[in-house]
């Protein structure tokens, strides 16, 4: 087996290694001539020799570079070398590349030819699998005439040789791994050092089922899917985040994958057709909103689906694993647990004499509880009571405002969770009533009436689920990927409500806020 790696393997050190030296030689003068900022460098993309896999590959690496703005109309910024099989010549192209450098690339041992088709059917062989090399992909007619005429069957992983006469296989597409490498080397042409950039595997795999000779030939892009629980805003830029994120990786949507996405309204029997549909699908990636949509795919769209979470208060909580680092093999994301000590600690500097604050939550749903309790130990900390009213349906909010602001509370802060969301205006209306201010912790409802909101960034937390799902995708396996609580945080004030109910705001506070201006 290492005899037939080895020789991919100096391809593409061959490949690789060639380019960058060109772009580093060159890096120094595109630094230092940012000024005038030359829209296309000169490239260099060494190959070794002349077959479909490599030409495939190189393929890739100029399209993605002429996409990213690279490559000049006439292409003549792109230059390429092959030394047709001979690594004395691609010592010296090497060289040349290098301007003096000393060549990096030693000739392959030639020593050690892997044994002839003939010995193997001697052996008794019954089935044949050649590993994609370039002594076997010069060399296939003669194993295909061979393996032909006694009729064992032979599977490949370069698909190419599909057309050659082999039976069927599994292998990479080329093609996609060099656009792979070519969003590599737009990153180093943009500034970022090679030693910064991880090898990363292939993402892109073509299959070839064995019926016969005439076996299909093709190239799946990847099957993703959104699901959201409910129409939120925070949901939705939950959504958007990852969309965004994933587009961001270099990645294009109808080419590189499809993506499918669905929201339940709210409504668990739905929540639970998706799921059922999800896994039919057989998809390659499920990114999912919110907790029951998270627990809800845990259930049922199957151990096979990878899944990546946001929108998730504890996904540890949620049901998907016993720690962050200790988690269900196929399911990883970012949760978006709320700043609840930074919350304690401004209700307290904006209106020193609280103590007792008043929240609405929801039993039925377990981010609402562990908010409530987590948001307990915070104003504990600071002598503080939390007085919690429960509501397990919509018609309950109202009933369940007029009660908690009849509690000698001075401040509501509304915890969030999927039932009081929809409700919060009538909630900020209660308060108002009672000349209470009204601190969130979800920035769209400042629109309803909240007074300051200190809030994570929903959006940003979809950008940080999206490279998990990226790292995903490129082929690391989710049980390696540890879960995280996003680091994005907002402060948002009201200026004319913290007037009006008289509230402390230090110099240090108002730097850090952003404005609420109501339309």
Not at 167 to 173: N, Q
Request: glycine fraction near 8%; proline fraction near 5%.
């Amino acid at each position: 087996m290492k005899n037939l790696v080895k020789p991919l393997w100096l391809i593409t050190c061959l490949i690789v290694t060639a380019s960058m030296i060109l772009l580093m030689s060159d890096r120094g003068q595109r630094i230092g001539n940012s000024s005038k900022k030359t829209a296309c460098p000169s490239i260099a993309v060494m190959q070794i020799s002349s077959t479909t896999l490599l030409e495939s590959h190189v393929a890739g690496i100029i399209d993605r570079l002429y996409k990213m703005g690279f490559r000049s109309p006439d292409g003549k910024n792109i230059r390429l070398y092959n030394p047709q099989g001979d690594f004395s010549t691609a010592n010296a192209m090497a060289r040349e590349l290098a301007n003096g450098m000393p060549a990096i690339v030693k000739a392959c041992d030639q020593k050690g030819v892997p044994i002839i088709a003939e010995d193997i059917v001697l052996m008794g062989t019954e089935t044949i699998i050649l590993s994609a090399d370039n002594l076997t992909v010069t060399g296939f007619s003669v194993i295909q005439k061979i393996s032909s005429g006694t009729r064992i069957p032979v599977f490949v992983t370069e698909i190419e040789l599909i057309k050659k006469g082999a039976d069927g296989g599994v292998g990479d597409s080329y093609y996609e791994w060099g656009k792979q490498t070519g969003r590599m080397a737009v990153r180093i042409l943009a500034g970022v050092p090679p030693s910064e950039l991880p090898i990363e595997p292939t993402q892109y795999q073509r299959t070839v089922e064995p019926e016969s000779k005439k076996a299909s030939y093709r190239t799946d892009p990847l099957k993703l899917r959104i699901v959201l629980y409910s129409e939120t805003e925070f949901a939705e830029r939950c959504r958007d985040g990852l969309i965004d994120g994933i587009k961001r990786a270099g990645y294009q949507e109808g080419k590189d994958y499809n993506l499918i996405m669905y929201n339940a309204q709210g409504d668990m029997s739905t929540l639970s057709s998706i799921m059922t549909t999800v896994k039919s699908d057989n998809v390659d990636l499920l990114m999912v909103v919110s907790t029951p949509t998270l627990q809800a795919a845990i259930r049922q769209a199957g151990e096979d689906t990878k899944i990546v979470f946001t929108g998730v208060g504890d996904g540890v909580r949620a049901g998907a694993g016993k720690s962050e680092m200790d988690h269900l093999p196929n399911v990883t994301g970012i949760s978006t647990r709320s700043p609840f000590d930074g919350m304690a600690r401004i209700i307290s500097e904006t209106i020193p004499e609280t103590r007792r604050v008043g929240t609405l939550f929801t039993p039925g749903e377990i981010n609402s509880v562990l908010y409530k309790d987590w948001f307990k130990e915070a104003l504990d900390k600071r002598g503080i009571e939390l007085i919690a009213v429960p509501v397990s349906s919509s018609a309950d909010v109202a009933q369940g405002a007029a009660e908690l602001v009849g509690k000698n509370i001075q401040v509501v802060a509304q915890v969030v969770d999927n039932l009081t969301r929809p409700g919060f205006a009538l909630i900020a209306r209660k308060a108002m009533e009672k000349n209470l201010p009204v601190y969130v912790f979800d920035s769209d409802q400042m629109k309803h009436g909240g007074t300051i909101c200190l809030a994570r960034d929903y959006y940003d937390a979809g950008l940080e689920a999206a490279e998990k799902a990226v790292r995903i995708l490129q082929g690391e396996n989710p049980k390696a990927i540890p879960f995280n609580n996003t680091q994005s945080e907002k402060l948002i004030i009201n200026p004319e409500l913290a007037e009006r109910y008289g509230l402390v705001l230090s110099d240090e506070l108002k730097k850090k806020a952003d404005i609420y201006i109501p339309k």
